[in-house]
């Protein structure tokens, strides 16, 4: 049985929130739902709704966040891949028994009041997995 109930979100990396906003906008009469600064995480993210999931534009606001260091090593692009779980902690504590790295060893608070959890991408074949219970 799958861990993942649905994609929460698709996570893209940008330099200019504002103007990546203004181009979905624009291209896609995409209409933002949810902004938020993420202080621990050091981002300011902008949520654009695509049916029950987001495309999340992050953007750092501090040169030591994730996704600062992303930018300056991989440039803008996609980020990562986000699946809703129904347990934040059963869930990481099976993808690490079944071989995932953690990034974080307990869940944490992520934005819009969830709970979340990061694999990292060395362990998931590149591709950086977030944990999210709504």
């Known amino acids: 049985m799958s861990l993942f109930t649905e994609i929460d979100h698709i996570a893209i990396a940008v330099r200019d929130l ?13 209409e933002v739902v949810h902004r938020e600064h993420v202080e621990p995480d050091g981002v300011e993210e902008a949520l654009i709704s695509v049916a029950e999931s987001y495309i999340q534009l992050l953007t750092p606001r501090r040169d030591d966040s994730p996704v600062a260091r992303f930018l300056a090593k991989r ?24 071989g995932a790295t953690p990034i974080d060893r307990a869940p944490r608070p992520g934005s819009r009041g969830t709970t979340v959890a990061f694999l990292h991408p060395a362990g998931a074949f590149g591709a950086l ?3 999210v219970q709504v």
């Open 75 to 98: 440039g803008e692009g996609l980020h990562h891949v986000a699946y809703r779980v129904d347990d934040c902690a059963a869930a990481l504590g099976e993808a690490v028994a079944a």
């Open 18 to 30: 504002d103007a990546a906003v203004d181009w979905y906008q624009r291209v896609f009469g995409a």
């Open 129 to 131: 997995i977030e944990l």
